[in-house]
């Protein structure tokens, strides 16, 4: 999808459609689940030079712990769940290189999720707080180089594959 108003108004036309078909619905469970692979290759090549890591990933997010392994040849993920006010959020991300055929890349999958109580009248208001969660999130690992890379994809109009799902930098 294109930016996150497509996404949320595709969802609630949708939503809609079930409304007319089986009238009253309770959703049990509503989510958003945002991924993101980060090719560092295929963007290395299009901005024309070699990129390291910690340009494309803010070093937070990449940062092994100290004297365990250096960043080359090593794979990890990391995974984070937290109860928040409305919901839960699970984050997991990490870099995952020398899998044969997949490209060196690192992984943001991100899933924003709550248990309904309320009526589903105020989806649309839900998701859009979802997205934006994911938004802020996904706004601290990106590097300086990997918004660069971003920004002349948007500019050039066209959307890549090496960014899966949404690009959160289209609101």
């Known amino acids: 999808h294109i930016s996150r108003d497509d996404i949320i108004s595709q969802f609630c036309s949708g939503l809609d459609e079930l409304k007319s ?23 290395s090549e299009e901005l024309g030079y070699n990129l390291d890591w910690n340009s494309l990933v803010s070093e937070e997010f990449i940062k092994l712990p100290h004297e365990i392994a250096n960043i080359a040849n090593t794979n990890y993920m990391t995974e984070v769940r937290s109860n928040l006010s409305e919901g839960e959020l699970a984050l997991r991300y990490g870099l995952v290189q020398n899998q044969g055929t997949t490209p060196d890349h690192f992984r943001f999958d991100l899933d924003r999720y709550a248990e309904l109580s309320a009526s589903p009248d105020n989806i649309s208001e839900t998701l859009q707080a979802f997205t934006q ?39």
């Open 21 to 43: 078909v089986f009238g009253n619905i309770s959703p049990l469970r509503l989510g958003v689940r945002y991924v993101n692979i980060i090719d560092k290759n295929k963007i």
């Open 133 to 171: 969660d994911i938004y802020l999130l996904f706004n601290t690992v990106v590097g300086d180089k990997l918004k660069e890379w971003m920004t002349l994809e948007k500019a050039k109009g066209e959307s890549n594959d090496c960014i899966v799902s949404n690009n959160p930098f289209n609101a």
